[in-house]
């Protein structure tokens, strides 16, 4: 498969570090230097499904395609207001799709585990256009008075349209399962039997456990992935990291030994965006015409499972 459009859409509200110092026992002295973000785009009154809406006519309109030419719609989303239907139901409701459409909780990299999947599907004949829309709100998930974890996030959308071709050179999904790495727990509604304790608790995160399998696995997939289909780092164009913290991503580039230009970001006014990051990061590296055609992009990101995945893939 091969790529034929991309889009993006951010909230309006975008909170700085010292807007945070406000409520918070934290400083921008504090934050940038652990994680290198200034600000982050945060949903106040806009609706997470309407994001996704705009990212997705973005990549259908830089793609030159119609809902109608679209065959399935993949959704990577980990929590939105609505438990059922699946989000990529209410985006494809609002968009006027007829496809098929399912959604799947992989949280950071679930736009490289929504490629595998689309890949599958064209290998098969099953399809010739896929739409992958990565909608996530994770500043929902956090706990506003915990310095560790809120100062991290920001919210966002992201697509990207797929269709046939041979640019996909490769693609590699892990997982290292520890639940307790990263986790929120919520309580669902009560019955007359339910006797068990059940727990609620914001995110929750082990941020030494997280960077250390963030810089080791990424580091070690993007070797493997490249040994695999006989390229290597020199021929690689841009790394697409997932914008986890700029301290992640720096350990990552100074594994590999390359060059800071090939690493572009957008954490410093982002934050982590969970599966939204990887495809916001194209679709802007893509509208700013920093991709010329028979550029190598390399994919990887990881998170909550905790899982990794990794892609190589011709602009």
């Given at each position: 498969m091969r790529i034929l459009g991309t889009g993006s859409a951010l909230p309006q509200k975008q909170v700085g570090n010292?807007?945070?110092?406000?409520?918070?026992?934290?400083s921008d002295e504090w934050i940038v230097p652990r994680t290198g973000i200034h600000s982050r785009h945060v949903i106040s009154n806009e609706y997470l499904e309407d994001l996704a809406v705009s990212a997705a006519r973005r990549a259908l309109d830089d793609a030159s395609l119609g809902?109608?030419?679209?065959?399935?719609l993949i959704c990577s989303n980990v929590v939105n207001e609505y438990v059922t239907p699946s989000l990529s139901c209410i985006i494809a409701a609002k968009m006027g799709l007829a496809c098929p459409c399912f959604d799947i909780n992989c949280a950071c990299p679930g736009f490289i585990y929504a490629m595998d999947m689309a890949d599958s599907y064209f290998c098969c004949g099953k399809v010739r256009h896929v739409l992958i829309v990565c909608a996530e709100e994770p500043t929902r998930m956090v706990d506003w008075s915990d310095r560790a974890t809120c100062v991290l996030f920001g919210d966002g959308a992201g697509a990207a349209v797929f269709g046939e071709g041979d640019n996909l050179k490769g693609i590699r999904l892990s997982a290292e399962p520890s639940p307790d790495k990263i986790c929120e727990m919520r309580r669902l509604l009560p019955t007359p039997y339910v006797d068990k304790e059940e727990t609620e608790m914001p995110m929750q995160m082990k941020g030494r456990d997280v960077f250390r399998f963030a810089v080791t696995t990424s580091a070690r997939d993007i070797n493997d992935i490249l040994s695999r289909t006989g390229l290597s780092l020199d021929d690689v164009d841009y790394f697409m990291i997932h914008q986890a913290n700029l301290r992640i991503i720096d350990g990552i580039r100074e594994r590999l030994g390359v060059a800071p230009?090939?690493?572009?970001?957008?954490?410093?006014d982002h934050g982590n965006s969970s599966s939204a990051s990887?495809?916001?990061?194209?679709?802007?590296?893509?509208?700013?015409?920093?991709f010329k055609k028979g550029d190598l992009l390399v994919f990887s990101a990881f998170g909550s499972g905790l899982l990794s995945a990794t892609a190589v893939i011709e602009w």
């Open positions: 010292d807007d945070l110092s406000k409520f918070l026992d934290t809902v109608a030419d679209i065959d399935l230009e090939k690493f572009p970001t957008n954490i410093a990887c495809p916001i990061l194209l679709d802007e590296c893509n509208r700013k015409g920093m």
